[in-house]
């Protein structure tokens, strides 16, 4: 069974550009969550979606954004980028046991 | 609202040591807790897990017990190895209804040979 997959691994973009990441959940799992990773602030969540729809919210700003379409395929979007939008972000899909199975992340580097 | 406290890192043991790693979390009715692990240049993955009290999940040769009265969930191994290291996140989930994750600050582990 293929895991998560993220994509792409690494970014580099300039403030104030916006960016688009994509993952793929594993094949069954229709909840997808997404988590930012930072050494100062550690381990956040962002956002989760579950058949569509957005069922929690994590505390950042409306520049951060989400999607997950009908095939369970999830994208987040992130807008006006600023220097402390560096980080590691994470997508998680998870069993109905709240297992959450992670990708290896995309690492984005705003300059 | 609910967080979850990790002891501070790093924990530097010699191989075949014993590794305790302490967690304790705050949150109400009945959390669903985790423990994750990462590798260098790698996402999170679920180690063990325990939905109620008094419930010990294991793998790999670790264990954790689901303490509700004194609300922990202190991650365990008898014996760690160089493959060991790597950091540690203690992790709850309401499961109410959503997924989300909470999690502790995470602890390095160096192994040494």
């Known amino acids: 069974k293929a895991g998560v997959t993220q994509t792409p691994r690494y970014l580099i973009k300039t403030r104030g550009q916006q960016v688009t990441l994509s993952c793929s959940p594993i094949s069954g799992h229709r909840s997808v969550s997404w988590y930012q990773q930072t050494p100062g602030q550690g381990l956040q969540f962002l956002f989760e979606?579950?058949?569509?729809?957005?069922?929690n919210k994590g505390n950042f700003p409306g520049r951060f954004s989400g999607r997950q379409f009908s095939n369970s395929r999830s994208e987040m979007n992130v807008s006006t980028l600023e220097l402390g939008d560096s980080a590691l972000y994470l997508c998680?899909?998870?069993?109905?046991?709240?297992?959450?199975?992670f990708g290896q992340g995309t690492r984005l580097t705003v300059v | 609202g609910d967080s979850v406290t990790q002891m501070e890192g790093p924990v530097t043991l010699s191989e075949e040591a014993f590794l305790t790693i302490n967690c304790t979390y705050t949150a109400t009715g009945y959390p669903s807790l985790f423990w994750y692990v990462q590798y260098p240049g790698e996402g999170l993955q679920l180690l063990l897990k325990a939905t109620k009290a008094d419930d010990k999940g294991s793998n790999k040769g670790f264990e954790a017990t689901y303490r509700k009265e004194t609300t922990s969930f202190h991650l365990e191994k008898g014996s760690v190895q160089v493959s060991d290291s790597a950091v540690y996140f203690c992790?709850?989930?309401?499961?109410?209804?959503?997924?989300?994750?909470?999690f502790g600050s995470g602890t390095r582990l160096l192994v040494r040979p």
């Open positions: 998680a899909s998870s069993t109905r046991e709240a297992e959450a199975f």
């Open positions: 979606y579950f058949s569509e729809t957005q069922r």
């Open positions: 992790a709850l989930s309401r499961g109410d209804s959503s997924y989300k994750l909470i």
